[in-house]
């Protein structure tokens, strides 16, 4: 500041000096390393400190992670904090812990996973989903996702995930993961029912711990047909039916491949967020949401398989939308769809999401994000 006031001299020379010793003595302390940095902190996860300057959160969405050894847990973390993953997504399942019946629990496997996350220093973006048969829709019972009976029984699981985890440093939690597909919404889509189970467990949560950060389910880029709803026309009716007030981040997973997400189609996830007419954003902004924050809970593209793009388009996807992320201004965070692929299938485009490969090779991708994040 010295320099500024010129018409005093000596005394701005006398600053500079100081300065110049002090720094020469080793006393000025250096500045905190930046928050992708692999021996960074992870970032600070209240809504104030969010909101207060926009950075964004770079995750990896994995569902393989429960299934992997201790060992190779570890192994796989420290892999993914070396190039600034600062963030885990996984799912925390109803029917996983109380498949036998309401009075029976099984953590332990979701517990080691937490924990495995945590001790590598990196957050945990938790999905709280699933219903037991026996706490699902009657007639639904025996479908794959079937939605709770009761929006007030799930409220209450969502309590127990948080009172369980978030004593441990947890504080992000997703309502459910794409409501708005039939595929994970059985019997068929119900906006309004999962507004009243989004609000009951917001309740619920903030009542566990004030400081929760609370996502809506992450809607899916499906089109209003065959049971489906957009996610434009699923969030008109989260407004609709009182969801304002009720989430911190609307959560959404805008697929775009084969198109860039940089590039304008009318179809495309990354574009319905901000840029068709309307978009995502301008539905907000028309309720009163200006400030509150998207996240990309999950993002990416296949390099093999039916619908596969090549290792070349899967890295220019990859990168592309944690580049446009960063800039953006209003995501707070982004997942990407997945650190290893997770099998070696033609015919199976899930197989090939991956960074790596299923042998664990690094592919292009993997050079791409890190390089992305880093800038």
Request: aromatic fraction near 10%.
């Amino acid at each position: 500041m010295a320099i500024r006031f010129h018409k005093v001299q000596i005394v701005a020379l006398a600053a500079v000096l100081l300065a110049a010793c002090l720094i020469v003595l080793g006393l000025i302390r250096r500045s905190a390393p930046p928050v992708n940095a692999p021996d960074a902190s992870p970032p600070a996860q209240a809504t104030a400190n969010r909101q207060a300057r926009h950075t964004v959160l770079i995750g990896i969405a994995d569902a393989n992670l429960l299934n992997e050894t201790s060992r190779a847990r570890a192994r796989e973390l420290a892999s993914m904090k070396s190039i600034g993953i600062d963030s885990i997504r996984l799912d925390v399942n109803w029917n996983w812990v109380q498949h036998a019946g309401r009075r029976t629990y099984h953590w332990s496997s979701l517990d080691s996973e937490i924990h495995a996350v945590l001790a590598a220093r990196m957050t945990v973006e938790v999905i709280i989903d699933g219903c037991p048969p026996w706490a699902a829709l009657a007639g639904s019972e025996h479908d794959p996702t079937p939605r709770p009976r009761s929006a007030k029984m799930f409220a209450a699981w969502a309590r127990q995930v948080v009172q369980r985890y978030a004593p441990q440093g947890v504080r992000d939690f997703e309502i459910w993961n794409e409501p708005n597909d039939q595929k994970y919404w059985q019997p068929k889509v119900n906006a309004a029912f999962y507004t009243k189970m989004l609000i009951d467990s917001y309740k619920a949560i903030k009542r566990v711990d004030p400081h929760a950060f609370v996502l809506t389910g992450g809607l899916a880029p499906v089109a209003s047909r065959a049971g489906n709803e957009s996610p434009i026309d699923f969030l008109r009716a989260l407004y609709k039916h009182g969801a304002k007030g009720f989430f911190d981040a609307l959560s959404v997973h805008p697929y775009t491949f084969p198109a860039l997400p940089g590039t304008y189609q009318s179809w495309s996830g990354w574009s319905q967020m901000n840029a068709t007419r309307p978009s995502l954003r301008s539905i907000m902004r028309s309720h009163g949401n200006k400030n509150i924050p998207i996240w990309v809970t999950e993002f990416g593209a296949p390099s093999a398989g039916p619908r596969g793009v090549g290792l070349s388009g899967q890295a220019a996807e990859d990168s592309q939308a944690v580049t446009l992320a960063k800039k953006s201004g209003w995501i707070g965070a982004i997942y990407i769809v997945s650190w290893k692929d997770l099998g070696t299938k033609r015919w199976a485009n899930a197989d090939w999401y991956g960074l790596l490969t299923f042998a664990g090779k690094a592919k292009p991708s993997y050079w791409a994000v890190k390089l992305a994040i880093q800038k």
